[in-house]
DNA sequence: AACCTATTGTTTATAATTTAACACATAATT
DNA sequence: AATTATGTGTTAAATTATAAACAATAGGTT
């Protein structure tokens, strides 16, 4: 289940963290940095910079170090930033409208094309411009339009059935916000965000030194 | 930077899922299940499930399997949801209300106590009986509160600030949602939750295969 | 121009994580 | 009651990821 990618899953997530950082340092008028540097201010080594970077290209130069701006169009570029996306939103709860207003991914090159929900309160009302349609219209809408990205936000319930749509009408990437893990194809991405995950393990974390100490209690 | 958990991090990333298949189990009445059979469902080797249950107890029986109902609520435990947790959230914007809402975590034990924001425009409105306070209003209301968890919503210009005001007024646990890192003590728990690392992420999966077609094609 | 310093790309070593193997215990079956 | 199945906890092996080491090279300096 799932491509493997030929990059490890490792390296890939911190790539926009590299890309944010350079970002920074580039807004800072910073003109070059060296592994080592970097790897003070982000907090990886300064050896997994370099074996990261090197991945997809000699970067930088001895004695040198790496151009800001030419290191970070290149992460850009790695990312896919050059290109543009289209997407969807279904689901126009709280998180549909939060992910729908977060104006920085159109900057990046993420359009939003469509709203969908099912529910008559929210039909017809508009976000950013665009008005929430019917949910039983999203399937003609992807074959009318061409889409890259579908984005769940609804509930976990339902959350496969749109999922299906999507695959159903091409879409390869699929950014899930419901709770539950998506049967997709092979050749779908499924890229999961999930809240409730992430409040559990920092639930964990606050507790885990109490843990142990029961532990040897007994 | 970050006190380093006794387990390590990819198990414990793995709990919440474990919770989470389990809670399905049980609500589908299974009785008990086996680590192969849980491995086919959830997607990790049997092998790995058993030794990431071992690290907390033996809670399973040769020949017999897992209790379902039983190993659900261990982990709820290891998990830290025997307790409760008072929690505020500072930003009130989309994030923000998005996470207010989230009546889940109510269940869970996550008491949301406080909401505040700068924007008077939404002080004194309310989100699920909660009026939102002024922001020059927490460190006070912290003083006067236990609160377990602070969680940040604001834009990244003023995410320090607020992870300052959290760490001053005893807080250890921080769920951030704002794009940027945050300086912390060690014994203070930070849990990310950046969306624009996580559609990167995306984005470059989309692409790999053609990048690396580009390269080769050179 | 020659030398020194900085810093890369890359190789090698170490550490962490995952998977496989298996001895032993329980449950089910005859 | 004896035997066979199942399936754990645990140890060992394999794989993957991270960190350290270092030779090669460009830039700065005298």
Redesign the interface.
């Known amino acids: ?1 799932g491509k493997k ?3 490890s899953m490792a390296v ?2 911190r ?3 590299y ?2 950082y350079l970002g920074e340092l580039l807004r800072n008028d910073v003109e070059r940095i060296s592994s080592k540097e970097l790897s003070e201010r982000i ?1 990886f080594t300064a050896s997994q910079i370099r074996q990261d970077l090197n991945n ?1 290209g000699d970067f930088g130069q001895q004695g040198y170090g790496y151009n800001v701006r030419a290191l970070y169009e290149e992460i850009g570029k ?4 050059n ?1 543009n ?1 289209n997407t969807v939103i279904v689901g126009a ?3 549909g ?3 729908a ?2 104006t ?2 159109e900057r ?1 090159g ?1 359009h939003l094309v469509g709203i969908f929900d099912r529910n008559p309160k929210l039909i017809g009302i508009s976000i950013r411009d665009k008005v929430i349609q019917d949910v039983d219209n999203l399937e003609e809408f992807l074959k009318n339009n061409h889409v ?2 579908g984005i769940i936000c609804v509930p976990k319930e339902q959350a496969q059935k749109i999922a299906d749509i999507f695959v159903k009408c091409g879409i ?2 699929i ?1 899930n916000f419901a ?1 539950t ?1 998506l049967n997709v194809p092979d050749d779908v ?1 499924v ?1 999961n ?16 030194a109490e ?2 100490k029961e532990k040897i209690g007994r």
């Open positions: 289940m990618t030929m990059i890939v997530r790539l926009p963290k890309y944010r907090g997809f790695i990312l896919g930033l290109k996306y709860g709280n998180i409208q939060a992910v207003n977060y920085n991914f990046l993420f890259d990205i390869k990437a950014w709770p893990d991405i890229e965000v999930h809240l409730s995950e992430s409040l559990l393990t920092l639930s964990y974390r606050l507790n885990e843990l142990f």
